[in-house]
């Protein structure tokens, strides 16, 4: 079992970092795959050896090898599901299954590859799905307002809101949708130090749940907003002291802005 040991632990945060899979694989297991794919080879000059990287092929060999190794001998029952440590998943396993996943939706065909020893199962990748929404919600929570992981401190920042209809002419709710969609478009500049807002995807507070907690009052609930009549327009005043603004770091002057849209003939001078 030397072999499939390994000086770093792989442990899934939420996101995959780019040598994630050099950094779990040890060096002893990739050149014996290497070797059992491009045969051996006799390389006498050192910097040479030192500048051979494994193949991508190399590499799932490798992951999928440390995946399904065991300490003790597994059933041989024709019907029994493999079981496989959380301690020796790798970043491939998880990725395969989550990849599947969201492109098929399909929960046959994830456990089909679990049962070959290609990735991990349905049940474990609906924990990990779980723990990323939960700590979705609780990153919302603590910023006091909804906004993408991946948004950026300190950024030139424009957000459109926009309707979804679906069968708009329906009279019932079973074939109808109605929503609001809001997009989020940041222009990061060389000038910018980009800053993600969230580091580590996965809060370990709030991981292991069965499920998803619910989401913010603020992200669910619309305040009534009465009809307009034909000659008064209510238009909300921009909070720019809001969460969203402070989560985001966007100090901006929206004077000019403010005077167009709430002044006597603000919207004439739009038009």
């Known amino acids: 079992m030397y072999v499939f040991e390994s000086g770093t632990k792989f442990k899934f945060d939420g996101s995959f970092s780019n040598d994630c ?7 002893t297991l990739s050149i014996f795959m290497q070797m059992l794919l491009d045969g051996p080879r006799i390389v006498k000059d050192a910097k040479t050896i030192e500048s051979i990287k494994p193949s991508a092929a190399a590499l799932t060999l490798s992951q ?28 491939l396993a998880i990725y ?37 929404a939960n700590s979705l919600i609780s990153h919302f929570e603590d910023s006091g307002c909804v906004v993408p992981p991946k948004a950026l401190f300190g950024v030139f920042s424009i957000m459109g809101f926009d309707n979804i209809d679906h069968n708009p002419r329906s009279t019932t709710s079973h074939t109808s949708f109605h929503g609001s969609c809001v997009s989020l478009m940041q222009f990061p500049t060389t000038d ?10 996965l809060k370990e507070d709030v991981m292991g749940k069965s499920g998803v907690s619910f989401l913010p009052t603020p992200y669910t609930t619309m305040e009534e907003i009465p009809n307009p009549k ?32 709430h002044g006597r003939n603000g919207w004439d001078n739009l038009m």
Not at 68 to 74: D, G, M, T
Not at 99 to 123: F, N, P, Q, W
Not at 193 to 200: L, T
């Open 64 to 91: 999928l090898s440390m995946f399904n190794s065991v300490q003790n001998k597994r059933s041989q029952a024709p019907n029994s599901v493999p079981r496989h440590i959380r301690d020796r998943e790798t970043p």
């Open 21 to 27: 899979q050099q950094e779990i694989v040890p060096e």
């Open 192 to 201: 910018n130090s980009i800053n993600s807002r969230i580091k580590v995807l």
């Open 230 to 261: 034909s000659d008064d327009l209510h238009v909300p005043i921009l909070d720019i002291n809001g969460n969203l603004w402070k989560s985001l770091e966007i100090n901006g002057n929206f004077t000019a802005l403010e005077k167009k849209l």
């Open 96 to 132: 395969i299954a989550i990849k599947t996943y969201r492109l098929t939706r399909m929960e046959a065909i994830v456990d089909t590859l679990h049962r070959l020893g290609i990735c991990i199962s349905y049940h474990r990748l609906r924990t990990i799905s779980t723990d990323i």
